[in-house]
């Protein structure tokens, strides 16, 4: 089975700054992407950020510049590094994988548990 572990999550005023943290473990041939999602209450789920194997990075309008994503050396953990933080962007994180869990299996979508972002005024 594959698991995404989230961490960083917490609460923090406005203007400050939170790092996420999301480990992909378990059968793991291969990933493609890894990426955060995050929801609102009463919102619909947006994707927040993506970087690719590749090193190809997509952010939402809403993050560009005061957000960044990365992935850690061994390819299976992915990072982002928000700042500047406002209450918009309260909401639960949601890490996100393009997993190929064994060589003879499919790209498969995973999701992590996710972790609660609050941002105060």
């Known amino acids: 089975q594959v698991q995404l572990a989230e961490s960083g999550g917490g609460l923090v005023q406005a203007g400050g700054s939170l790092r996420l943290s999301c480990a992909a473990s378990?059968?793991?041939?291969?990933?493609?992407?890894m990426g955060w999602y995050r929801q609102a209450p009463g919102k619909q789920r947006e994707l927040v950020a993506l970087?690719?194997?590749?090193?190809?990075?997509n952010y939402a309008d809403s993050v560009k510049g005061r957000f960044t994503i990365s992935r850690g050396n061994a390819g299976n953990t992915v990072y982002l590094q928000m700042n500047s933080l406002k209450p918009e962007d309260t909401a639960d994180y949601y890490c996100?994988?393009?997993?190929?869990?064994?060589?003879?299996?499919?790209?498969?979508?995973?999701w992590g548990q996710g972790t609660q972002v609050t941002v105060s005024s």
């Open positions: 996100n994988a393009l997993i190929v869990p064994h060589s003879t299996s499919p790209l498969t979508n995973y």
């Open positions: 378990g059968s793991i041939f291969s990933i493609n992407a």
């Open positions: 970087i690719t194997t590749g090193g190809s990075i």
